[in-house]
């Protein structure tokens, strides 16, 4: 396979053919804000938070083919202004109460924040949607508050455990992710699923249940090191 | 002035939460009443309503910003019964326990030197300005210092055992989530001796300023009450994280004895007044009259046999002394009280950190879930109870708690009621000195208010006078 060198933020990055700008950047360790795009998963290009300027068009780093010579953008102030208001959009989508969530420490949207700067509560208004939580399975649980729609157990599920439990419901803000039965219970879902895992909900939505808060302060995922910390660090190496 | 009034100071300084108190004179300006009302309510157990239950503990701090680590345990251990943990394993135990000693001596340290030493040092009727820990630093600065150090020893140690000073997560279901390294528990093996030697003085100027001033103390809102709160299984010690009820009257008499907590709907009933959004718990079998009790730092010298730690038990007698009656009834002296709590915490503390099992690996037990349980804990303003039920899919169903503060409302009302006729009654005016008596009176009895009104969040308290037409009359706002 051959490869070919593109720049981001000025630095030189090579790439080989047929590889996203996101997954070139990820091998020379610099890391692109994403929340949709999931390691294992294939890409969906969906929440628009690893958007980068490329030869001056604003496009989806997880989805844009990397291309010899293409001048990208990621970590400009305009850029991490709109990445902002995104996961800002998406705090204020659902019902998201952080100090209470088991989700906090390991969450990506949580970590997002943090290293997008967001200090204060954003100028979108809170729509407090009504939303249900699913306690259904013996194992699992769904709060729905917390969704951000991102769809990773939707493709976690089909195109890995080869199952189908998740599926989307309604439109607009009303859209989020519902189990494909009446609930949790009645599909085949299982907490050994990989949609199930800690790894593929970026946040507190899906549930293992009696694992709550089992991680003390100090040892979650975040607490030490910003999100993209893994990736960032193969640069210094 | 012939006109019926009524007072309303607002808000009440130094008083953890919101309310109000109204007082209610007569045509002749004489006391007709005085009631504590609480003017807000924004439903907590709506909110843990359908929440899964090992969200509990951590949601549950939300109710406070003053003692989350008691509403943290409480929880906690309502919720180890629901998941079938009857034993929690030494560590976990020991952990907890240590978190609560931390929770306990801090907030005990912040209400003496911060909230009540102001009082004592320059007295009642000293101005507004005056009556801060400022002041306090400015005149005694070795006093003041120390209090900023117990305070944060106090912090340091929920912070090591629960995972942050203040809404920390380490209390789950069965157990617990961390253990203490040897590295920390060096750092508090340096400071503890300090701590000990600072706690005997603090308790020394509580008690000399009881006995000094013994006229006051014995006179003001001070009369006799029943008594409840948990002490040790066996022995009666004072335990404060652990054990059964004990309810004694005035004399020291037997109402209940060992009974486990989990029957604790069997002996209490919650009256409900108009007025007010906080209940009034009396003992179901004596009726609402005469059935009111108190809790507290006082109320627990007065029911424990003993207390298993040498030096506060050596306290604990001094007090029980120093007062001719079997039992001490006066409110002032919970400031004694509570210094005795901070030193037997300071001994309770120094013994665990000695304790290797602080440093075992086996943090969390499991069993068979059940539907119902109820924690019970001593907080540092007294009894607490939660009670939860949760569905077999694991959400909560049913939640009902009784705070101390909410234990304690019949005594605060007939605190406040005893202060306003004896300095507010006949007076031609309603000077500060007479409002800060009122206060005074309520702050003794360290009342979290956001806690009682299971409000998620803070609230300020306000005190009213009104004349027999139910006009305001003094209206006394004072920067918190
Ligand atoms: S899911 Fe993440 S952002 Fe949402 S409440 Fe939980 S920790 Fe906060
Ligand atoms: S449940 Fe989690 S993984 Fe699935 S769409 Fe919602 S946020 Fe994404
Ligand atoms: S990560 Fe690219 S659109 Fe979500
Ligand atoms: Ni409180």
């Not at chain 2, 079938?84 to 560590?91: A, I, S």
């Not at chain 2, 409000?455 to 009359?473: I, S």
Request: negative net charge; charged residues 25%; hydrophobic residues 40%.
């Amino acid at each position: 396979m051959s490869g070919f060198s593109f720049q981001i933020d000025g630095v030189e990055v090579t790439a080989k053919n047929g590889q996203t700008i996101m997954e070139a950047a990820d091998e020379a360790g610099i890391y692109i804000p994403r929340l949709c795009d999931h390691e294992g998963l294939r890409h969906q290009g969906g929440c628009r938070v690893c958007t980068v300027k490329a030869g001056g068009r604003s496009v989806a780093a997880c989805t844009q083919p990397a291309a010899p010579d293409l001048v990208v953008e990621n970590e400009t102030p305009h850029i991490n202004k709109l990445r902002r208001d995104l996961v800002g959009m998406l705090f204020n989508e659902g019902n998201h109460l952080c100090p209470i969530c088991e989700a906090s420490g390991n969450c990506e949207l949580q970590a997002m924040a943090y290293r997008l700067g967001m200090t204060e509560p954003t100028k979108f208004p809170y729509l407090e949607p009504c939303r249900p939580v699913d306690a259904s399975h013996p194992d699992i649980a769904l709060d729905n508050n917390r969704c951000i729609s991102c769809g990773r157990c939707v493709r976690a599920s089909q195109d890995v455990d080869g199952k189908g439990v998740f599926g989307y419901v309604g439109r607009g803000i009303h859209r989020h992710i519902a189990a494909n039965g009446p609930n949790l219970r009645h599909t085949d879902a299982e907490v050994t699923d990989f949609a199930i895992s800690a790894e593929v909900c970026p946040v507190g939505c899906i549930i293992r249940k009696r694992e709550g808060f089992a991680r003390p302060i100090g040892e979650r995922d975040y607490d030490d090191h910003l999100i993209g910390y893994d990736i960032e660090k193969k640069r210094d190496e | 002035m012939a006109e019926p009034r009524l007072i309303e100071i607002s808000p009440v300084t130094r008083v953890e939460g919101h309310g109000k108190v109204t007082i209610h004179l007569d045509k002749d300006g004489m006391v007709d009443e005085a009631r504590l009302h609480i003017v807000e309510f924004r439903g907590f157990e709506r909110f843990i309503h359908g929440r899964l239950l090992w969200e509990v503990p951590v949601i549950v701090q939300r109710l406070c910003g003053i003692c989350p680590v008691s509403h943290h345990l409480a929880a906690a251990k309502a919720m180890d019964v629901i998941c079938g943990v009857d034993q929690l394993p030494p560590t976990a135990e020991k952990m907890r326990r240590l978190m609560h000693y931390g929770q306990v001596m801090q907030s005990h340290v912040l209400h003496f030197f911060h909230l009540a030493a102001p009082d004592l040092l320059f007295g009642f009727d000293a101005p507004a300005e005056r009556r801060n820990i400022f002041e306090v630093l400015r005149e005694k600065p070795e006093l003041g210092r120390r209090a900023i150090m117990m305070r944060k020893f106090g912090q340091d140690i929920i912070e090591a055992t629960a995972g942050k000073k203040i809404h920390g997560t380490a209390a789950i279901p069965g157990g617990i989530n961390r253990n203490l390294p040897i590295e920390t528990r060096d750092g508090f093996l340096k400071t503890v001796a300090e701590m000990q030697d600072w706690s005997l003085d603090a308790l020394a100027l509580a008690r000399d300023y009881t006995l000094e001033h013994a006229e006051l103390v014995g006179g003001f809102a001070s009369f006799p009450s029943k008594y409840m709160s948990l002490v040790r299984e066996g022995d009666g010690a004072l335990d404060l994280y652990h054990g059964n009820l004990r309810m004694i009257d005035a004399e020291g008499g037997t109402i209940f004895d060992q009974l486990p907590y989990d029957r604790y709907h069997e002996v209490l009933v919650e009256d409900v007044r108009s007025w007010s959004y906080m209940k009034f718990p009396f003992i179901k079998e004596i009726g609402p009259d005469t059935g009111w009790y108190r809790v507290g730092p006082l109320a627990r010298m007065n029911t424990v046999s003993l207390i298993d730690t040498p030096l506060a038990n050596a306290a604990r007698e001094e007090l029980m002394a120093a007062h001719g009656t079997v039992k001490v009834h006066a409110v002032l002296a919970n400031h004694w009280a509570r210094m005795i709590e901070v030193l037997h915490c300071v001994e309770k503390i120094t013994e665990l950190l000695h304790d290797p099992d602080l440093q075992g690996t086996d943090l969390k037990a499991t069993g068979d879930r059940r539907e119902e349980g109820i924690g019970v804990i001593e907080a540092p303003r007294g009894n607490l109870i939660h009670h939860y039920k949760v569905d077999e899919n694991d959400q909560v169903t049913y939640c009902n708690l009784i705070v101390s503060t909410t234990h304690n409302n019949e005594g605060m009302n007939r605190a406040v009621k005893d202060v306003a006729v004896k300095h507010i009654s006949g007076q031609p005016e309603i000077t500060e000195g007479m409002l800060n008596h009122v206060e005074v009176a309520i702050r003794a009895y360290d009342p979290c208010l956001s806690c009682a009104t299971h409000a998620l969040g803070q609230m300020p308290l306000e005190v009213e006078l009104l004349d027999a037409a139910g006009q305001t009359l003094d209206k006394r706002a004072r920067a918190t």
